[in-house]
């Protein structure tokens, strides 16, 4: 596997008729090689949130606007099974469902690589993959819902978890008349619906991701109901985790009752993963690159500085019934 460092000198090595590095031939090439070894539709998505450079997160964020991505980078493709590689923070959770259902009605088979990390509406984008492939540095993270609420001193982020708790707090300590005071500041923060929103949001993140895990997963297992809603349940638990951000790790994801297949298991597999994903930090290192949401042809939906760039296929669809078979071999590997 050439490594961070060793792509880098080779794209060092190559050149645009500018006289810069081309990440996107490099990025592409081993979005190819991975199609090659798999015989299996490869799509990427993935965004610059572990950059240095200051990025509005909600160019970030897993949004509706990704639908449009993704129908650009399945429109040239045959396969009917899909390699997806995620490496996001998360974002709308109903962003989240239309593109889940999307790639499901597109595809017949998915298997969800992260080789870093996919958190909070990333993670619920995983659990929606018939195989779920994660290595041993590789993360996802809880789905508990978060709200901004607008306070005096500007917009704060909280769990909706937390928001019900504090309100409970809040019941409990206003019995005492001299509390009042300073729980008034808090209590106008809460708008007319919030607590009800923050009970059916709850709802709404579990509810999905067992129905996902329920139809894909664990599909025709006898208990896939159960199995579901214990495992959609404990992702979406704040009680457990108390923080958003909180790594879940391949085992622990499998304690849990997730079908996780280790990246390692296979070196060819490994290898070619991480090349697109090394390739694919390069690029968001040296260009403005935020977003990239890109097919093994090289068709590309791009999102740099607040707009979107269309790349189209560089190539012509692969033809003969080579691909069919190689599909068949490689299907639910």
Not at 147 to 174: D, H, M, V, Y
Not at 278 to 307: C, D, L
Not at 319 to 326: D, H, Q, V
């Amino acid at each position: 596997m050439p490594t961070w460092g060793e792509i880098l000198t080779e794209l060092n090595k190559s050149s645009t008729p500018a006289g810069t590095p081309d990440y996107d031939r490099v990025r592409r090439q081993y979005l190819q090689r991975l199609h090659d070894l798999t015989g299996r539709a490869v799509i990427l998505y993935a965004t610059a949130w572990l950059e240095s450079r200051p990025i509005p997160p909600a160019e970030l964020q897993v949004g509706l606007p990704d639908i449009q991505g993704l129908m650009e980078a399945a429109s040239n493709l045959r396969e009917r099974d899909l390699d997806l590689i995620i490496h996001s923070p998360g974002g709308s959770a109903e962003a989240a469902e239309s593109l889940v259902e999307y790639i499901r009605k597109r595809f017949d088979h998915v298997r969800v690589f992260v080789p870093v990390a996919a958190m909070s509406a990333a993670t619920m984008m995983a659990l929606s993959a018939n195989k779920l492939v994660m290595g041993q540095h590789s993360q996802l993270g809880p789905i508990d819902p978060q709200f901004i609420i607008s306070t005096p001193e500007g917009a704060r982020s909280a769990p909706a978890k937390a928001i019900l708790n504090q309100f409970e707090l809040a019941k409990r300590e206003c019995k005492t008349p001299e509390n009042l005071a300073a729980w008034m500041p808090i209590l106008r923060t809460y708008a007319p619906g919030l607590l009800t929103q923050c009970e059916d949001s709850q709802k709404l993140a579990s509810g999905m991701v067992a129905g996902w895990l329920e139809r894909y997963m664990f599909s025709g297992e006898e208990d896939a109901k159960s199995k579901s809603k214990t495992v959609a349940d404990w992702f979406a638990d704040y009680e457990s985790f108390h923080s958003h951000g909180r790594r879940v790790g391949r085992d622990q994801a499998r304690a849990i009752g997730v079908k996780v297949v280790d990246l390692e298991h296979d070196a060819q597999l490994q290898d070619a993963v991480l090349s697109v994903h090394h390739a694919t930090m390069h690029t968001f290192a040296g260009t403005p690159a935020q977003k990239i949401i890109e097919n093994y042809h090289g068709r590309a939906w791009v999102r740099m500085g607040g707009s979107f760039i269309n790349i189209p296929a560089a190539k012509p669809l692969p033809t003969g019934n080579r691909a069919e078979r190689r599909r068949q071999q490689k299907r639910g590997k």
